[in-house]
């Protein structure tokens, strides 16, 4: 069964570095999707990506944030200057079309020290 | 911004038992809904979903029930397994989902 999948699984970095996480969504999905879990807390909407743009952003997704579909496979969240509070479960989605079910892949977690 | 409400944070049931997970919305223009399982330091796995223009969706043991009028909807797990226990969550929207903040089940064997 086509799953989504996300690299790496666990990222340590430093405050202040760039990190870039890293997903293959589901191969004939047309949304893309980062979420974030901070610890204890909701799943929280970052963006999401349609037709090459990005179709909407939440106030988390600042200019640190950036997305980008290099390929046709994979989908990358770029945090361009990581922050303490960034430490989070980073989560990539992606949905057939409109009103269907999002699929999520197994998070990356991300340590800012 | 609580567009989407779970105020259970847990809820323990007894095996074979039914569980019954609330979840509540504000925004009317909502037109689609998801349950979500979710284990510790995993992704959450799609469970079942209903349009606004149902009330109900079975798949096997769950069962979600969509109150558009009280904008509520459940979902039911019957019977409650021990392997059910999870953090389960509720989303709504069309293309962009909000998610409610997650009830916790235990099912005791």
């Known amino acids: 069964e086509p799953e989504v999948t996300q690299t790496p699984s666990h990222q340590v970095t430093q405050m202040g570095q760039e990190v870039i996480l890293r997903c293959v969504p589901i191969?004939?999905?047309?949304?893309f999707y980062w979420y974030r879990q901070i610890l204890g807390q909701k799943v929280e909407f970052l963006v999401s990506?349609?037709?090459?743009?990005?179709?909407?952003k939440s106030e988390i997704f600042d200019d640190q944030f950036s997305v980008e579909r290099p390929d046709g496979s994979n989908f990358t969240l770029k945090i361009r200057s990581t922050k303490l509070e960034d430490s989070a479960m980073y989560f990539c989605?992606?949905?057939?079309?409109?009103?269907?079910?999002?699929?999520f892949g197994p998070g990356t977690r991300l340590t800012v020290t | 911004d609580q567009q989407v409400k779970q105020n259970s944070p847990s809820l323990s049931v007894q095996e074979g038992r039914i569980s019954i997970l609330n979840c509540d919305y504000t925004?009317?223009?909502?037109?689609?809904f998801l349950w979500y399982k979710k284990y510790p330091a995993e992704g959450p796995t799609f469970l079942i979903s209903?349009?606004?223009?149902?009330d109900k969706n079975e798949d096997g043991r769950f069962t979600v029930f969509l109150n558009k009028s009280a904008k509520h909807l459940s979902l039911h797990i019957v019977p409650s397994q021990p392997g059910d226990s999870a953090v389960y969550f509720c989303?709504?929207?069309?293309?962009?989902?909000?998610f409610g903040t997650g009830t916790r089940l235990k099912v005791l064997a």
């Open positions: 989605a992606s949905m057939l079309d409109r009103a269907y079910e999002q699929y």
């Open positions: 191969s004939n999905h047309l949304y």
């Open positions: 990506f349609y037709n090459n743009e990005i179709s909407e």
């Open positions: 925004n009317s223009m909502f037109d689609y």
């Open positions: 209903i349009s606004s223009i149902k």
């Open positions: 989303a709504a929207g069309t293309y962009k989902y909000i």
